[in-house]
C-alpha cells in the first residue's frame, strides 16, 4: 500500500482485551478489559511500570498466546488470520540470534523461515547502522548492537505495523536519538509503530499518543499534548518571595515551591499577575507554563491508581 493508503488507517485494535491466569482463587488478572487503536502514520507509546500487563497485551497482539476475553484485530481481520500477521514486524524480549553466525547470515536464516529470498537484508542493515558489523558473529555483539538487529529483524519483510518492546534498551544517547529518528521516520512512510518504552522522556519527544496501563488496566489513552496540558498552571519567578506571594493573595491559588510561585492561572492572565507583583514592589524575573513532564504525570497517574 502507498503511503496515503496506509496514513490513518487502523493498523490494530484492542476491544476489551483481557487475560487470566490460573483458575479459582488463585487466579490472576493479568490484562482487564484494555482497548485501543494504533493507525498507521503514528508511532504509539504503551506505557506502565512493571507488572502492568504490557508484555502480555503484546503477546497477545501478536497472536503468540490467547486472550481470556476480548478480541485483537490487525488491519480489520483477526490475529488468527496469516495474511494479516503479515504485515507486522516485531521486536520482542530483545529478539533471538544464533551466537555463532553474522548479523548478516542470521538475518538470512530469518528471510528464509519467512519465505522470501530476503532481498531487503542489506537496507535494513544499513537503516539501522549495522553495516559494518554485519559480518561479525552475533556473540560480539554489544546489547545495544543486538538491540539494533531485533530491529532490523522487524522491519526485514517491509511490514506496515511494527510492534517493539523496549527497543531503546542498551543504547547510548547517540543510538537511542539515532531509533528516534528511525521510528519517526517509519510513520512518515505511513507505517504504524507501537512501542513499549520505560524511557518517559524519550516517548514524550517520539509518540504522537499513548497508552498508560497499570495493574492490567487501561488508565488513560491520549495524545502527549492532551496528557501534558491537563491543568492550566504558571511558573512566576520573583524577589521577595513573600512580597510576591503577598500580592496574589485572594486573587489567585498558588503554592509556593523550589525558590518560586506555581500559581494556577492560565496563559490569558498573565499581563495581569505581572501587574499584580510590579505594584507591589516586586522584581519580577520569569512567568510561564508551568508544564509537568511525561515521568511526572506517569507518575502521578499510577500512584493516584493505587489510592
Given at each position: 500500500m502507498s503511503t496515503s493508503e496506509l496514513s490513518g488507517m487502523p493498523a490494530l485494535e484492542l476491544r476489551a482485551l483481557g487475560k487470566t491466569y490460573g483458575r479459582g482463587a488463585g487466579a490472576k488478572r493479568a490484562v482487564d478489559d484494555v482497548s485501543l487503536t494504533v493507525r498507521g502514520g503514528e508511532v504509539y507509546g504503551f506505557l506502565g511500570p512493571n507488572g502492568a500487563g504490557k508484555s502480555t497485551t503484546i503477546r497477545m497482539a501478536l497472536g503468540l498466546i490467547r486472550p481470556s476475553d476480548?478480541?485483537?484485530?490487525?488491519?480489520?481481520?483477526?490475529?488468527?488470520?496469516?495474511?494479516?500477521?503479515?504485515?507486522?514486524?516485531?521486536?520482542?524480549?530483545?529478539?533471538?540470534?544464533?551466537?555463532?553466525?553474522?548479523?548478516?547470515?542470521?538475518?538470512?536464516?530469518?528471510?528464509?523461515?519467512?519465505?522470501?529470498?530476503?532481498?531487503?537484508?542489506?537496507?535494513?542493515?544499513?537503516?539501522?547502522?549495522?553495516?559494518?558489523?554485519?559480518?561479525?558473529?552475533?556473540?560480539?555483539?554489544?546489547?545495544?548492537?543486538?538491540?539494533r538487529l531485533g530491529v532490523a529483524a522487524a522491519l526485514l519483510d517491509d511490514p506496515d505495523l511494527v510492534i517493539l518492546d523496549e527497543p531503546a534498551n542498551g543504547l547510548d544517547a547517540a543510538g537511542i536519538q539515532d531509533m528516534r529518528t528511525l521510528l519517526r521516520g517509519l510513520a512518515?512512510?505511513?507505517?504504524?509503530?507501537?512501542?513499549?518504552?520505560?524511557?518517559?522522556?524519550?516517548?514524550?519527544?517520539?509518540?504522537?499518543?499513548?497508552?498508560?496501563?497499570?495493574?492490567?488496566?487501561?488508565?488513560?489513552?491520549?495524545?502527549?499534548?492532551?496528557?501534558?496540558?491537563?491543568g492550566e498552571a504558571l511558573r512566576v519567578e520573583a524577589e521577595p518571595l513573600d512580597k510576591a506571594a503577598a500580592a496574589l493573595e485572594g486573587s489567585w491559588p498558588f503554592e509556593i515551591a523550589d525558590g518560586g510561585l506555581t500559581v494556577q492561572a492560565g496563559r490569558a492572565e498573565t499581563p495581569a499577575?505581572?501587574?499584580?507583583?510590579?505594584?507591589?514592589?516586586?522584581?519580577?524575573?520569569?512567568?510561564?507554563?508551568?508544564?509537568?513532564?511525561?515521568?511526572?504525570?506517569?507518575?502521578?497517574?499510577?500512584?493516584?491508581?493505587?489510592a
Open positions: 476480548g478480541e485483537v484485530s490487525l488491519f480489520g481481520r483477526p490475529v488468527s488470520d496469516r495474511t494479516a500477521l503479515r504485515r507486522v514486524g516485531s521486536l520482542v524480549d530483545g529478539g533471538t540470534f544464533y551466537p555463532f553466525l553474522s548479523g548478516r547470515d542470521n538475518l538470512r536464516v530469518l528471510a528464509r523461515t519467512q519465505g522470501h529470498d530476503g532481498a531487503r537484508i542489506d537496507a535494513v542493515l544499513e537503516r539501522v547502522e549495522l553495516s559494518r558489523d554485519a559480518k561479525r558473529k552475533v556473540k560480539g555483539y554489544s546489547t545495544g548492537m543486538k538491540q512518515a512512510e505511513g507505517k504504524a509503530v507501537f512501542l513499549s518504552s520505560h524511557l518517559l522522556h524519550e516517548v514524550e519527544q517520539i509518540c504522537d499518543r499513548v497508552a498508560v496501563v497499570h495493574k492490567g488496566k487501561l488508565l488513560r489513552e491520549a495524545t502527549i499534548r492532551e496528557l501534558l496540558d491537563q499577575i505581572v501587574r499584580k507583583l510590579v505594584e507591589a514592589g516586586a522584581d519580577v524575573f520569569r512567568v510561564g507554563p508551568d508544564e509537568q513532564s511525561l515521568e511526572e504525570i506517569f507518575l502521578t497517574m499510577t500512584r493516584d491508581s493505587d
